[in-house]
């Protein structure tokens, strides 16, 4: 059985960061890509990160690309979402998710419970 599981949020005033990990087990890992995702109260979840299975391809949503870094690390099956400068408009709760390499929810075949992350201004 699959099981993702997100970690690292939390409350962080304007431009803070912070770095969310998402632990996977129950499949091999490095066969596929990783996404996160995010949900803010009242709003569709959104596309925010994704990595390639091998971690050569990387993107990101607009309202993300040059604060937020993501990652993974295959020896340890966890991928990363390193977030800087962070804006109150980045609070929601973030998923991740593994699956086909996306910007669409619809490609990724298992999800993590989710972590909030609040940015106060």
């Known amino acids: 059985q699959v099981q993702l599981v997100e970690s690292g949020g939390g409350l962080v005033q304007a431009g803070g960061s912070l770095r969310l990990s998402c632990a996977a087990s129950?499949?091999?890992?490095?066969?596929?890509?990783m996404g996160w995702f995010r949900q803010a109260p009242g709003k569709e979840r959104e596309f925010v990160a994704a990595?390639?299975?091998?971690?050569?391809?990387?993107s990101y949503s607009d309202s993300v690309k040059g604060r937020f870094t993501i990652s993974r690390d295959d020896t340890k099956n966890t991928v990363y979402l390193q977030m800087n400068s962070l804006k109150p408009e980045d609070t929601a709760v973030y998923y991740c998710?593994?699956?086909?390499?996306?910007?669409?929810?619809?490609?990724?075949?298992?999800w993590g419970q989710g972590t909030q992350v609040t940015v106060s201004s």
């Open positions: 998710a593994s699956g086909r390499l996306s910007t669409f929810k619809g490609d990724y075949d298992y």
């Open positions: 129950g499949r091999t890992f490095s066969s596929y890509a």
């Open positions: 990595i390639s299975w091998r971690g050569g391809v990387r």
